[in-house]
Each structure stands twice: as structure tokens, then as C-alpha cells.
């Protein structure tokens, strides 16, 4: 089975399928059909196109959007009882992070919204102190000995535990005894 690519549509595409449904009349689905998506697809299109023209079919989420911004778009949306997909065509904004925006707000409240997150996997190591080892005491640079010999020792007990299992026979380890 082999998994077919998302559908990606240009601008041009979007602003074609919209005009179908505005000027020619033709029906959500219809236009969906002939492009192969989602007629709620079409309908996003349809509505940023009527309120912001051809530049509303671009939404990019660019991340940039302060708290501030956030909370006033879900409190906006809230007090006019818009849907996600009017929300978004109206702000240019992708339904997903609208939705993600107000899922945290009814969640955690608007502070949520409005504390700054580090973007990003945060990292695997921690960074090392700004330390060099002429500045560590002996007692701390005893502590990072001990600890480097901790590390190799344990290194050293799992390749010999790994060169021990291939050594060992496959008919379970020990020989039978033999019956005289």
C-alpha cells in the first residue's frame, strides 16, 4: 500500500477554485471533487478570499504572534461567535493554531496564552559550566574524575557482558552431563 502525497494547491489553484464557487455558482463540493479535498477546504478559501482577495489565500502561520495578539483573536472570536473557519479566514490565520490558541485558553486561562515558551526540541545535554579546569578546585576536579571513571567503568562492564553472550555456546550455556 503506498501512501499517497499530500495535496499542496498554489495560490493560483485556490484563487481559480474560489472563483469558481463566487462567479460561476458552483457548489462547495463540487469544486472539492474536481480538486480532490475537502469541500470545508474550499469553503476556507472561498470566505479569505471574499474578505481579504487573492492575499488571504496565503495562510502562513509565521509564529511571531505575541500572547497579547493571541488572547485578543480568542476573545474576539468568543464575543462574536465565530467559528475556526470564519475566525481564520478573517485573521489569516490557520484554523489550527486558532484552535490550538483557544484549546489552551479554555484549559489554562488567558495567562497561558500570554507566558513566552522556548521554541523548539530543547536540547539533549545540558551545557557545561563556563568553569575551565584551571578554575575548579581539587575537590571538584576529584568529583569530575570520579565521575569519568564511573562512566568508563560502566562502559567497560557492557562490552564485556556483550563479548561474553557471543561467546557463549547456543544450546543454552551449559553442556549435559553425559550418561555413562
Not at 489553484?13 to 469558481?20: F, S, V
Not at 482577495?53 to 505575541?66: A, V
Not at 484552535?99 to 530543547?122: M, N, S, T, V
Request: positive net charge; aromatic residues 6%; glycine residues 6%.
Amino acid at each position: 500500500m503506498v501512501k499517497e502525497k499530500r495535496n499542496k494547491f498554489s495560490i493560483a489553484d485556490r484563487e481559480r477554485a474560489a472563483l469558481l464557487v463566487i462567479e460561476k455558482g458552483e457548489s462547495y463540493c463540487s469544486v472539492a471533487r474536481q480538486l480532490q479535498t475537502s469541500h470545508r477546504l474550499i469553503c476556507l478559501w472561498v470566505n479569505a478570499y471574499k474578505l481579504h482577495g487573492i492575499k488571504g489565500l496565503s495562510l502562513k502561520n509565521n509564529g511571531s504572534h505575541s500572547g497579547a495578539f493571541k488572547l485578543r483573536r480568542i476573545q474576539e472570536m468568543q464575543e462574536s461567535g465565530l467559528s475556526l473557519t470564519q475566525a481564520s479566514a478573517q485573521y489569516c490565520i490557520t484554523i489550527s493554531a486558532l484552535w490550538g490558541w483557544r484549546r489552551l485558553y479554555e484549559q489554562h486561562g488567558a495567562l497561558a496564552l500570554l507566558e513566552e515558551k522556548p521554541r523548539g526540541r530543547p536540547p539533549k545535554m545540558k551545557k557545561s559550566s563556563p568553569k575551565t579546569q584551571e578554575n575548579l578546585t581539587d575537590y571538584e576536579k576529584l568529583l569530575r574524575e570520579n565521575e569519568r571513571l564511573r562512566i568508563e567503568n560502566d562502559y567497560l562492564k557492557k562490552v564485556h557482558a556483550l563479548i561474553q553472550k557471543k561467546e557463549t555456546p547456543k544450546g543454552g550455556g551449559r553442556p549435559k552431563p553425559s550418561r555413562s
